[in-house]
């Protein structure tokens, strides 16, 4: 049972150990394709049953196609004296993402117009990329563009970019149902922590408890590359999206910032609510916001010809925090605390979504007499014996058809846990049924 | 018209005679069954034309079964002197309701085991049942219970519990159409006053009132033991639930807390939103609360096989005032005022489901010329002149069908009997008609 | 492109502009009926192609009937020496409106039966009328109440009240669409600026620029007086009233107060929205009203058996300023700056409803690349590249044929130009088609 894992689990433990799994994938540099991606796939497989999946470049995916595949080996910049000012061994955001190679003598004014810095944060190194308009360019910090005095230098990028494929990563578990849940996060970006190996980790760790665990549902976890990534597998299974009954895309979840779910485009399907409702049991700061076509892969997922139930999981929000996108994204900018919780939420929300089930009231008309059943004091200790009479009460007079547990758990207020043992309690006195579609 | 009687309504002589009414009824020692409950109802046949129910012990009433009969002549705890430390007779509140017959010595370990006490506040007596579960115990001070020193004591309970009958009674007055409102009380307590001798003096009074005013709808006013009362009614009525329009429990209705109301399961029943207008016209403090499966009878009325339109109607909700369920619940702590009101509350709610209708505007081209009907002055004094014309003009604007009377009232912040008042002025002038269910 | 006529427009002279137009028919007295109302519409005709109706009296309209006109030449009060206290050629609301003649002495005492005055501003002279009710009366300021000490008076009111016409303008653009656009304002009063000199002076500036804009919408433009000339109107063209899709009453839309949108009654018409989102966007204050069945000629037009989506745009809303219907609304209380902020809203909310449209996304599936299209720099400068990208986003998202730009703006919180000019550029690449109604 999901439930006793959640309560056996030692959050602080699991984000030490998350943490870990962050501190491996750091140092490699990937893409949106390349060896990196292939490196990163290849270090989960130590953790869980991957599938690696490589699409040829050139493949039309609706409206796009897998672009070339990018790779490279080193890269610099040398000052007139053969000095590497900027080196890419150094930190492999130096180097434009999708840069093709080029390795030439260039004047500072030349270079300039290649170059990016962060003049607000002049220590950090940003994060950039040019997957679609074939260009070269070094990211490096605003410090190190103010003591650049040369006249000329010698650019080295040792990259290449050819037909080759586009990698991802999948892993399914049946379950009981034909019906999955969706876990999506992207795998492309180099040295970031938060963005997203933060989510990767979760993800992977997820997949590890969820592959031993009964299962009503199906899982499905996705580690693909942003936006292509998940447009190329929603094309290539497009009979099968009809499968996803819920989804959680993962992205930026181990920063410091309190736990923050983006809703699906629907707004308040099953998995919007589930998740929201753990973060209101929780009692801690969090936030909810409204779906927005914007953010990471559940643009693709909640694009209007698919509309799936597919909500984000975050921390602070991409682009609300000043370190997003820079070289400050890095390990110590991810929390083990922050890891192990938002698996720990994330773990909570499926969890509801196994439980959550319509049933109808076996003794409808006035209450049934549950003291000559026992059901007064048969489970559970004296402290929660008031709560656990209230949950059965509210699981009974609701359960007409028409409610699902979750549906109750939000008008009494009653955590989900206590909402759901009370129906097991009734249910194994007969006093409920499941209802079936037909009620 | 109700509208007359409630103008007419002296507040403050009213609540004086409900307070009489609830000093009568305080020293009986009432339980679910027994001698308590008829002289209670024997009481009230002195004030309406109560019908007096005896259900056999044994008979099956839904998932429950109707208990044995309990009476209570004597009770006392004697100490090594021979001195009855505690005394029934001095408060019907020392026996635990439905303590089997008991007559030996103790010992003050023993003893204890028999005895309740609120530690918090040690001069009050707190008030215990045990109806499904045969023993017997005293419910006594916590100042008491800490004089006690004595190795052992003398208990006595002079209690029948046998075969014989639950007793409740009920008072029909049949109105113009079949369709009922229900006003329901529990009158199982022994001496506590608010809980529920205020409800049952303001329902008696009600009942009263209505006998002899015109109706539009049927009343049914129960006076039941909690819990299996209202069960035992339902069970043995059901084909008559249907009449049902309407329904109010009520229950702590007189103590000096301001109104509350609780919504039926229903949420947004008639009945509810009558009660809600009425505290909102009050402009005074009020408090409306959600439905809940906990509380009085309405557990039963609004179990999900019956679903009645069923509110309750209190002052301070049980349970949040220290008072709840012991010796301080007396006749000081409910207030003749609070009585008054809250006898006035539900007769307005009542003259707003009387009165509420759905007109259809037969003028319903642009405005018509009031001007010329004499409508612009032809009931009221000049001070509330504005207000009336205002009135003439929602009712008009919204009686297309649609509206009721009461959904006016909603919408224009109007007070009710403005909106009436106008409504009966426009259809004497034929610009409304009252819409038939066809419209 | 009403877009371009909004960008262009210079709103401090356009303000001047209708502050001139009001001034010049400030001192023409207008009623009912009458030269007064023959005179405003002489004026307006040398902005717009008016039509005149002249509707004869005693002609039936829904409940009413099409009063007696009247004409009014001088009124006077002679003191005792003979010297005029009262003149109406000093102002024309020192008369009652629709007094019928009248020349005689009178006692102080029987004159002062005919007098109104307002005691808490003792130097404003009020505005009445007694269309209905005829009698004769003047309006004076309280200090010249106070100094009337003679015992005797002259007075004198040289009005016709005779079988003639009701006098109305209409003015009707044909557009693309027989849909109409309608934009009513009343009449009939005096010198009051703001009540509704004001609303007379928008839409007449209005009328001169949509006549030469090209049209979806046809557009309807009324000058009639209050309620009987709005109820007159829809008698006479039951008809086209169906053709109606959206309306506006103009009134109290030139003080110094903030912009305030009094909602239809069908409470979130289009009409309703497009002006909400207007007044959201400003990011200045402004009030929303909800509907009552009080105010301008919305009640008629918003009347049961029309239900038309006609709202009211105004500033301070009338009789919530001192200054309403008193001759302190002078062409001093008519700010320019707020007539032409006005009109700007209003010309504003119109091209909401004449942009407003339901695409199809033609790529649902995933987003579509943008980039290889050029979509990404193709339109707008630098600064404004975020928003216009997350404009494109949010109509490729919600473009399903189920959220007009409208919706879309509701829900992504952004102006509606950007939105339609996104829309526009992606239905210019083939991205989005307009949905038809069977869509």
Redesign the interface.
């Known amino acids: 049972m999901l439930e006793q894992l959640i309560s056996r689990l030692d959050i602080v433990a699991t984000g030490q150990q998350l943490h870990r799994l962050v501190s491996d994938l750091y140092p490699i540099c990937r893409s949106i394709s390349g060896d990196g991606v292939r490196q990163t796939l290849d270090r989960l497989r130590q953790e869980i049953p991957l599938e690696i999946q490589e699409i040829p470049s050139g493949t039309d995916v ?3 196609k897998i672009p070339r595949e990018w790779n490279i080996n080193d890269a610099y910049i040398k000052d007139s004296r053969g000095v590497r000012i900027v080196d890419f061994n150094r930190s492999n955001l130096h180097v434009v993402s999708y840069s093709v190679p080029v390795r030439k003598k260039v004047s500072l004014e030349e270079l300039k117009s290649h170059l990016f810095t962060i003049p607000d944060q002049p220590d950090w190194i940003p994060y950039r990329t040019s997957y ?2 074939e260009t070269w360019g070094f990211c490096i910090t605003h410090n190190q563009l103010r003591s650049m005095t040369d006249r000329e230098y010698e650019v080295c990028i040792d990259s290449t970019l050819e037909d080759g494929h586009l990698t991802y990563g999948e892993c399914f578990f049946p379950g009981e149902t034909r019906d999955e849940i969706l876990i999506s996060n992207h795998i492309c970006h180099p040295s970031l922590a938060n963005d997203n190996l933060a989510g990767i980790a979760i993800s992977s760790l997820l997949a590890q408890m969820l592959a031993s665990a009964p299962r009503r549902y199906s899982y499905r976890f996705l580690f693909v590359p942003g ?1 292509i990534g ?2 190329t597998w ?2 290539l299974h ?1 009979a099968q999206v009809a499968n996803i009954r819920h989804g959680i895309v993962l992205a930026c979840a181990g920063d410091a910032g309190c736990p923050t779910y983006k809703r699906s ?1 629907q707004g308040n399907a099953e998995i919007d609510r589930a998740m929201i409702q753990i973060l209101k049991e929780s009692g801690g700061s969090h936030e909810i916001l ?1 779906f ?3 953010g990471y892969d559940e ?2 997922y ?6 799936l139930p597919v909500g984000c999981f975050m921390r602070t929000p991409h682009s609300q925090y000043p370190e997003y996108h820079t070289s400050a994204d890095d390990l110590s900018f991810v929390k083990a605390a922050s890891l192990g919780d938002s698996l720990a939420k994330c773990l909570s929300a499926i969890a509801i979504l196994e439980g959550n089930r319509t049933y109808l ?1 076996q ?7 549950l ?2 059943r026992g059901l007064y004091s048969s489970f559970g200790g004296a402290t929660d014996r008031k709560q656990r009479e ?1 949950a059965m ?2 699981v ?5 058809g028409k409610n699902s547990l979750l549906d109750i758990c939000e ?2 207020r009653l955590p989900f846990a206590r909402v759901r043992e009370a129906a097991v309690a009734l249910e194994e006195h007969g006093l409920l049924k499941e209802a079936s579609a037909a009620d």
Chains 1, 2, 3 share one sequence.
């Open positions: 609706f409206d796009w679609y308009n936006t998940s447009i929603l094309c497009e485009r409204d927005s076509p914007y643009r693709q909640c694009s209007p010809g698919f509309d009231n003794n409808p008309k006035c209450e049934p007499q003291g000559k209230m009460l509210w009974l007079n609701y359960s007409d008008k009494s």
